[in-house]
Nanobody
Framework: QVQLVESGGGLVQDGGSLRLSCAAS????????MAWFRQAPGKEREFAAT????????RYADSVAGRFSISRDNAKNTVYLQMNRLKPEDTAIYYC?????????????????WGQGTQVTVSS
C-alpha cells in the first residue's frame, strides 16, 4: 500500500505557472504508474496526465497538452506536475493517484490509491 500527499497548489493569475508535487510513502513509487486528476466545482473528476513506472511513457488530456508536463523522480518517491500558461478553467482540486495496472490508463477506476488533493485557483 502507498500513501500519497500532494503539495504546491495555490492562487495564480491567468497565464501563470505552478508546480505540484506528490510525495509517496509506504511502498516504493516505482511499483506504480502515476497520474494527476482534477475536479472542478460541480463537475466530475477528470484525467489530466499520467506517467509510466519508468517515466518513459506519458499521456495528457487534450485540455492540458502542451501546457502541463508530468514527471517523476523514483529515487525521491515523488511525482510532479508542471503547469504553465494556466487558465481560469484549470481551477480545480488536483489529485495524485497510483495504479498497479500494467499499462498507463486514464480511467480513475484503475487507480487504487489517491491523495487528499491540493487546490489550484487561477484568477482572470
Amino acid at each position: 500500500q502507498v500513501q500519497l500527499v500532494e503539495s504546491g497548489g495555490g492562487l495564480v493569475q491567468d497565464g501563470g505557472s505552478l508546480r505540484l508535487s506528490c510525495a509517496a510513502s509506504g511502498r516504493t513509487l516505482s511499483t506504480y504508474n502515476m497520474a494527476w486528476f482534477r475536479q472542478a466545482p460541480g463537475k466530475e473528476r477528470e484525467f489530466a496526465a499520467t506517467i509510466s513506472r519508468s517515466g518513459g511513457s506519458t499521456r495528457y488530456a487534450d485540455s492540458v497538452a502542451g501546457r502541463f508536463s508530468i514527471s517523476r523522480d523514483n529515487a525521491k518517491n515523488t511525482v510532479y506536475l508542471q503547469m504553465n500558461r494556466l487558465k481560469p478553467e484549470d481551477t480545480a482540486i488536483y489529485y495524485c493517484a497510483a495504479s498497479a495496472v500494467m499499462a498507463i490508463t486514464t480511467e480513475p477506476a484503475t487507480y487504487a490509491y489517491w491523495g487528499q488533493g491540493t487546490q489550484v485557483t487561477v484568477s482572470s
